[in-house]
């Protein structure tokens, strides 16, 4: 079946710091691949998004690139901010309705 | 502003009661979606719904109900043959398959 694999976290960074959260997935076709963040108390919001191998979504400073060859889609930020404390859900969807999403991984930024 | 809402925000049930959270959407969008979510987990597809009138079961079906009477609206009944319904239920809709999900603020059910 499909599934995606999160990094466990928590991850706690200080303020200005690199960020990764890695995320591989088994799927059975080509899959679209979906980087969702939850605040506290919240819904969860598109963060980016990547359609085919090889593209890169970005959004807010966040860039992941689809690695067909290592079915990777891990998520990066150069410098992170506190603002950026939150749960990051890695997700694929097969064009057949049904998001499958990772376990989530928590993110704490310190200042 | 476009959106979804769903109410209410907190929720609480008695054994052996059933309860129905509402969700309902203004951005004209086909797809719903009803998610649960449990601490340290990913989200679970519970039900969805392609178009009005029509609905599909999810991952945890068991112990819930949905109806989709109208294309804006898309209720969630949790039943008492659900005998875990402590959780985040997360609502959301799209304007098909492989296109983002929005998602509503979530409603927390909670046992009493």
């Known amino acids: 079946g499909n599934s995606v694999t999160q990094m466990e976290g928590p991850v706690t960074l200080s303020e200005e710091a690199f960020l990764t959260i890695n995320c591989t997935y088994t799927?059975?076709?080509?899959?679209?691949l979906f980087w969702y963040v939850q605040y506290p108390g919240e819904g969860l919001q598109l963060l980016l998004k990547a359609t085919k191998a090889d593209d890169k979504g970005s959004n807010k400073g966040f860039e992941a690139t689809y690695r067909k060859e290592t079915t990777s889609f891990h998520l990066e930020k150069g410098s992170v901010q506190v603002s950026d404390s939150a749960v990051y859900f890695c997700?694929?969807?097969?064009?057949?309705?049904?998001?499958?999403f990772g376990a989530g991984t928590t993110v704490t930024v310190r200042a | 502003d476009g959106g979804i809402t769903q109410s209410p925000k907190y929720l609480f049930r008695k054994e052996g009661q059933n309860v129905t959270l509402s969700c309902e959407q203004n951005l004209n969008h086909d797809a719903m979606y009803w998610y649960r979510q449990d601490p340290g987990q990913g989200l679970r597809l519970i039900y969805y719904?392609?178009?009005?009138?029509?609905?599909q079961k999810g991952d945890i079906a068991e112990g819930y109900s949905v109806s989709r009477e109208k294309k804006e609206s898309f209720p969630l009944t949790v039943t008492s043959a659900q005998k875990n319904p402590t959780a985040f239920y997360l609502c959301?809709?799209?304007?098909?398959?492989?296109?983002?999900?929005?998602f509503g603020d979530g409603t927390r059910l909670s046992i009493l």
């Open positions: 997700a694929l969807d097969l064009n057949d309705y049904k998001l499958s």
């Open positions: 959301a809709s799209s304007v098909g398959p492989d296109q983002p999900q929005h």
């Open positions: 799927a059975t076709g080509y899959p679209s």
């Open positions: 719904s392609q178009i009005v009138n029509d609905f």
